[in-house]
């Protein structure tokens, strides 16, 4: 982005109309390059004198400006002192104090004064006394990572941003939805998605002077969507922009002179402090039968079409439940997701609501569950919801499957059968085997425990008899000896032997 003096727009006929650069543009912009990378080693002053130079050769200074602010992103400004000015200058004020200087040579013995009580030397002193001054500051290092084209193409980036910044709301089609939408949730920005008769999505997004208080943060981000947005083969947006008070259009697409310079992309904004991700990272240490999904399938609301937060896909069964969170939002934006709620049909879906907001009432209303959170989702809530959903699905699955069944193995594990089956293990208590018996959570034949009980006696070691108890398919140790009549006699660290119960 710009500083948003450097904006160049055209406002001719009621439009706003970016004043691009373009290739007649390249000689100027590799001038301003070659001046910064003429004046390493030089003052910012000298500097910004030679870009004053250019400016007035220039068909428009801010171009040259804001050709040069971003330049100066890339260059590295340092004091070039061997003190510190800021420490030394009191100490030479108060030797110009008690010398009264008045004419250059007491100014001068003044100097004198100051730089044997520091241990320097009086020509280096006066050189440096003001060096940490912005004017005085050396170009130490300069990095520019683009030839002038692509200066050309970082500007127009940069402009375009600089002017969504003051949007109200962006209008986007893209090639590429899929990016574009994980983009709009990964910079945390408010949408929502139209779906008109084309059948061609639209992205909502709500731009930052739309919110009570704008703020850079969020405009920040709302800009930087245009990185993602530029990427996509074919691409177009309509931006309205708050002109100063006055409402104005902003039109742009893949015809127009924005694309991503090959250089380093700007990093994403992470989520790493984000309530979503924040849930993310402590849902997924819960062992629950649910696996998380992240920015699941859109769902249709009528003409519009949202993607919730999250999904939990039941892991025994073609199941899913949506997760939305509902954080801060104006009212206008909440009740354009209550509005979108109503619209779903067939869909279980859980809503962790911020209480600010005070919308529980109004989605419970519309047939969804509510969680109210404070700063976190709490996990219990959650999961005590999706509990209540694997209650009904595991009655749903066990009078799916018969009252008894007959594995053809003659030892196999109650997951390994359930998961045969499409159900989780708890649906399978309610059904009889009657050619084998339960050992701990296996399934075990009758004639493979006399096997077992001919093979194992008392003093054998505890890895021997794990090793028989293997052979057979039994990994539950503890269950099988039991079953058995065997306990393990612990002796240290070292294991153990076999022993009768008693």
């Given at each position: 982005?710009?500083?948003?003096?450097?904006?160049?727009?055209?406002?001719?006929?009621?439009?706003?109309?970016?004043?691009?650069?373009?290739?007649?543009?390249?000689?100027?912009?590799?001038?301003?390059?070659?001046?910064?990378?003429?004046?390493?080693?030089?003052?910012?002053?000298?500097?910004?004198?030679?870009?004053?130079?250019?400016?007035?050769?220039?068909?428009?200074?801010?171009?040259?400006?804001?050709?040069?602010?971003?330049?100066?992103?890339?260059?590295?400004?340092?004091?070039?002192?061997?003190?510190?000015?800021?420490?030394?200058?009191?100490?030479?004020?108060?030797?110009?104090?008690?010398?009264?200087?008045?004419?250059?040579?007491?100014?001068?013995?003044?100097?004198?004064?100051?730089?044997?009580?520091?241990?320097?030397?009086?020509?280096?002193?006066?050189?440096?006394?003001?060096?940490?001054?912005?004017?005085?500051?050396?170009?130490?290092?300069?990095?520019?990572?683009?030839?002038?084209?692509?200066?050309?193409a970082q500007y127009n980036l940069s402009l375009a941003q600089t002017a969504l910044f003051d949007a109200t709301e962006v209008r986007v089609r893209s090639s590429d939805p899929k990016a574009l939408i994980s983009a709009v949730k990964r910079l945390r920005l408010m949408y929502e998605i139209e779906v008109p008769n084309t059948g061609n999505r639209v992205v909502i997004v709500t731009g930052p002077t739309a919110l009570f208080r704008a703020?850079?943060?969020?405009?920040?981000?709302?800009?930087?969507?245009?990185?993602?947005?530029?990427?996509?083969?074919?691409?177009?947006?309509?931006?309205?922009?708050?002109?100063?008070?006055?409402?104005?259009?902003?039109?742009?697409?893949?015809?127009?002179?924005?694309?991503?310079?090959?250089?380093?992309?700007?990093?994403?904004?992470?989520?790493?402090?984000?309530?979503?991700?924040?849930?993310?990272?402590?849902?997924?240490?819960?062992?629950?039968?649910?696996?998380?999904?992240?920015?699941?399938?859109?769902?249709?609301?009528?003409?519009?079409?949202?993607?919730?937060?999250?999904?939990?896909?039941?892991?025994?069964?073609?199941?899913?439940?949506?997760?939305?969170?509902?954080?801060?939002?104006?009212?206008?934006?909440?009740?354009?997701?209550?509005?979108?709620?109503?619209?779903?049909?067939?869909?279980?879906?859980?809503?962790?609501?911020?209480?600010?907001?005070?919308?529980?009432?109004?989605?419970?209303?519309?047939?969804?569950?509510?969680?109210?959170?404070?700063?976190?989702?709490?996990?219990?809530?959650?999961?005590?919801?999706?509990?209540?959903?694997?209650?009904?699905?595991?009655?749903?699955?066990?009078?799916?499957?018969?009252?008894?069944?007959?594995?053809?193995?003659?030892?196999?594990?109650?997951?390994?059968?359930?998961?045969?089956?499409?159900?989780?293990?708890?649906?399978?208590?309610?059904?009889?085997?009657?050619?084998?018996?339960?050992?701990?959570?296996?399934?075990?034949?009758?004639?493979?425990?006399?096997?077992?009980?001919?093979?194992?006696?008392?003093?054998?070691?505890?890895?021997?008899?794990?090793?028989?108890?293997?052979?057979?398919?039994?990994?539950?140790?503890?269950?099988?000896?039991?079953?058995?009549?065997?306990?393990?006699?612990?002796?240290?660290?070292?294991?153990?032997?076999?022993?009768?119960?008693?």
């Amino acid at each position: 982005m710009l500083r948003k003096e450097l904006l160049r727009v055209s406002r001719g006929g009621g439009g706003y109309h970016l004043q691009f650069a373009d290739r007649e543009h390249r000689p100027l912009a590799a001038r301003v390059i070659g001046t910064f990378q003429g004046h390493v080693g030089e003052q910012r002053g000298t500097l910004e004198d030679a870009l004053a130079s250019l400016e007035a050769d220039a068909p428009d200074f801010k171009l040259v400006r804001g050709f040069a602010a971003l330049c100066e992103r890339e260059a590295a400004f340092e004091t070039d002192a061997p003190f510190d000015p800021e420490r030394l200058r009191p100490a030479v004020f108060e030797a110009a104090e008690a010398v009264g200087v008045v004419t250059e040579d007491e100014r001068a013995m003044a100097l004198v004064g100051a730089a044997e009580s520091r241990d320097v030397s009086a020509d280096d002193l006066e050189a440096g006394l003001f060096a940490d001054l912005e004017e005085r500051q050396v170009l130490a290092d300069l990095d520019v990572p683009w030839d002038p084209d692509g200066l050309v193409a970082q500007y127009n980036l940069s402009l375009a941003q600089t002017a969504l910044f003051d949007a109200t709301e962006v209008r986007v089609r893209s090639s590429d939805p899929k990016a574009l939408i994980s983009a709009v949730k990964r910079l945390r920005l408010m949408y929502e998605i139209e779906v008109p008769n084309t059948g061609n999505r639209v992205v909502i997004v709500t731009g930052p002077t739309a919110l009570f208080r704008a703020t850079r943060r969020y405009g920040t981000r709302f800009a930087r969507l245009l990185r993602t947005v530029a990427k996509a083969q074919e691409w177009s947006l309509e931006a309205t922009i708050d002109d100063r008070g006055t409402e104005r259009t902003l039109t742009l697409s893949d015809a127009d002179p924005v694309r991503v310079p090959d250089a380093d992309p700007v990093a994403e904004v992470s989520f790493d402090s984000g309530v979503e991700v924040d849930f993310a990272a402590r849902f997924t240490n819960l062992d629950l039968e649910w696996d998380l999904v992240r920015e699941p399938e859109p769902l249709s609301t009528g003409m519009r079409a949202m993607i919730p937060d999250f999904a939990f896909d039941y892991r025994h069964d073609d199941f899913r439940v949506y997760f939305e969170i509902m954080g801060f939002w104006t009212p206008e934006y909440v009740e354009k997701k209550l509005g979108q709620l109503e619209g779903l049909e067939d869909v279980d879906m859980i809503v962790a609501v911020d209480e600010s907001l005070g919308a529980g009432e109004a989605i419970e209303a519309r047939d969804h569950r509510a969680i109210p959170f404070r700063g976190t989702v709490r996990l219990k809530d959650v999961a005590d919801v999706l509990r209540e959903y694997e209650t009904d699905l595991v009655a749903a699955s066990a009078e799916r499957l018969p009252d008894e069944l007959v594995p053809d193995e003659d030892v196999i594990a109650l997951a390994d059968l359930a998961a045969r089956h499409g159900v989780g293990e708890d649906a399978l208590e309610a059904v009889a085997f009657p050619d084998h018996e339960r050992v701990g959570r296996s399934l075990v034949r009758p004639d493979v425990l006399v096997a077992l009980r001919e093979d194992l006696e008392a003093g054998l070691s505890l890895a021997e008899a794990e090793t028989i108890l293997e052979g057979v398919g039994l990994t539950e140790t503890s269950a099988a000896l039991s079953r058995l009549g065997y306990r393990v006699e612990w002796e240290g660290l070292g294991g153990g032997v076999l022993r009768r119960s008693e």
